[in-house]
């Protein structure tokens, strides 16, 4: 699986973003789909993650309620909406093939390139 992560930008505090993640392959659709990000100065950390058919969605802490993460059609989304400056960072797309939750770097075997979001005024 190739992944191919792209969306991100410069963006004032509150707003919003949507980040995308292409994969190719045909299957899609047996992989874990997550986002993690890493801050300047900071480790990468996970963001979100969604299961294989796109029921089951699970979040940080720290993003939850504010992000949302879906999948359709061989692409993965992050919507992030309330944004403040300390979501920013480089975010990336990753796909695991674990069948449950994936909440580790170490569970994820496949790793877009990352998109930088900036939440500045």
């Known amino acids: 699986v190739q992944l191919q992560a792209s969306g991100g930008g410069l963006v004032q505090p509150g707003g919003s973003l949507r980040l995308s993640c292409a994969a190719s392959g045909r299957t899609f659709s047996t992989y874990v789909m997550g986002w993690f990000r890493r801050a300047p100065g900071k480790e990468r950390e996970f963001v979100a993650g969604i299961s294989r058919v796109g029921i089951s969605t699970y979040y940080a802490d720290s993003v939850k309620g504010r992000f949302t993460i879906s999948r359709d059609n061989g692409k993965v989304y992050l919507q992030m909406n309330s944004l403040k400056p300390e979501d920013t960072a480089v975010y990336f797309c990753?796909?695991?093939?674990?069948?449950?939750?994936?909440?580790?770097?170490?569970?994820?075997?496949?790793w877009g390139q990352g998109t930088l979001v900036t939440v500045s005024s």
């Open positions: 990753a796909a695991s093939p674990l069948g449950g939750l994936a909440y580790r770097e170490i569970d994820y075997e496949y």
